[in-house]
């Protein structure tokens, strides 16, 4: 006589139907979460380089350019044309930006005319590192970096600019008074001038 208490084998599930339901849920997902981007994106706003306005409310919102985008652009344009560049026109243009508040354009246009020599950048990236003359209102850089104005100011002094001379003594004075106090940043600048 059979036992009525015997279990069931176990059933066994294909493992391609498993399979199956997972990509079909996954396409379902795409296709439904694609769709509601696009709905979207459509109604978001584009930010373009001159600030628009919306005038169906009471406040005025004016649309920002990430930041750094427009020295981008600049400076691929002055490469597309050629060399040499016009880095007068690239100095007066960050000064330009730096007038605006858009440090990080300001910022971009001073490298790129400093690393192709120009002495008021170079001179300019010194400064926005230098301690001494150091304002967080005017640098893209949360601190003074007393290396990198070094750095720039070695650059300015090698090009034969007088004031860049100046600085480094003012830098090493600096780093000397820093260094007597503990600062980490103050002894690595006195290493470059031993």
Do not use: C
Not at 52 to 72: D, F, K, M, Y
Not at 130 to 155: C, G, M, R, T
């Amino acid at each position: 006589m059979p036992d009525q208490h015997e279990p069931e084998p176990p059933v066994r599930r294909n493992p391609l139907l498993l399979i199956a339901l997972v990509v079909v849920g996954l396409i379902g997902y795409v296709v439904t979460s694609t769709d509601r981007n696009a709905h979207t994106s459509a109604s978001m706003p584009v930010a373009t380089d001159t600030p628009s306005t919306v005038t169906s409310g009471s406040i005025e919102r004016a649309l920002q350019v990430p930041p750094g985008t427009r020295a981008r652009e600049y400076i691929a344009d002055l490469r597309a044309a050629g060399r040499p560049y016009p880095l007068d026109e690239v100095f007066e243009k960050a000064q330009e930006f730096m007038r605006e508040g858009n440090l990080a354009d300001a910022h971009l246009l001073y490298f790129f005319s400093a690393r192709e020599d120009y002495l008021p950048s170079i001179m300019r990236m010194g400064e926005m590192s230098d301690p001494i003359h150091f304002s967080a209102e005017n640098a893209l850089l949360d601190h003074a970096d007393a290396v990198q104005a070094y750095k720039w100011y070695s650059k300015a002094a090698s090009l034969g600019q007088p004031t860049a001379e100046e600085h480094i003594r003012e830098l090493q004075q600096w780093a000397s008074t820093e260094a007597a106090s503990g600062n980490p940043e103050a002894r690595q600048l006195l290493l470059n001038f031993e």
